[in-house]
Nanobody, 109 residues
Framework: QVQLVESGGGVVQAGGELKLSCVAS??????ATWYRQRPGHQREWVAGINTGGGIDYAPWVQGRFTISLNDAKDTIFLQMKNLKPEDTAVYYC?????WGQGTQVTVSS
């Protein structure tokens, strides 16, 4: 079973940027996704990518985030720009039903 480890979270001011990474213990099989869980909210889907290059985003992303996959297909990135306080959340990656431990993103106003 694959193992996933997220990193790259931190504290940034509104308007700032962060790049999250999710390292998989083996190349992903078909697709991987980023989710987030904001305080007091259910976990929500952020973006997904498949090994064929297909990409999709939640409507609220509005061009601020970019998901990508490295050539080895074992690291999934989430570049986040123009961050807002409401982006404060724990961000998780998921592949074939397996979750990482998450990485905290805090955006201050």
């Amino acid at each position: 079973q694959v193992q996933l480890v997220e990193s790259g979270g931190g504290v940034v001011q509104a308007g700032g940027e962060l790049k999250l990474s999710c390292v998989a213990s083996m190349p992903i099989a078909r697709a991987a996704t980023w989710y987030r869980q904001r305080p007091g909210h259910q976990r929500e889907w952020v973006a997904g990518i498949n090994t064929g290059g297909g990409i999709d985003y939640a409507p609220w992303v509005q061009g601020r985030f970019t998901i990508s996959l490295n050539d080895a297909k074992d690291t999934i990135f989430l570049q986040m720009k123009n961050l807002k306080p409401e982006d404060t959340a724990v961000y998780y990656c998921n592949e074939e039903g397996v979750w990482g431990q998450g990485t905290q993103v805090t955006v201050s106003s």
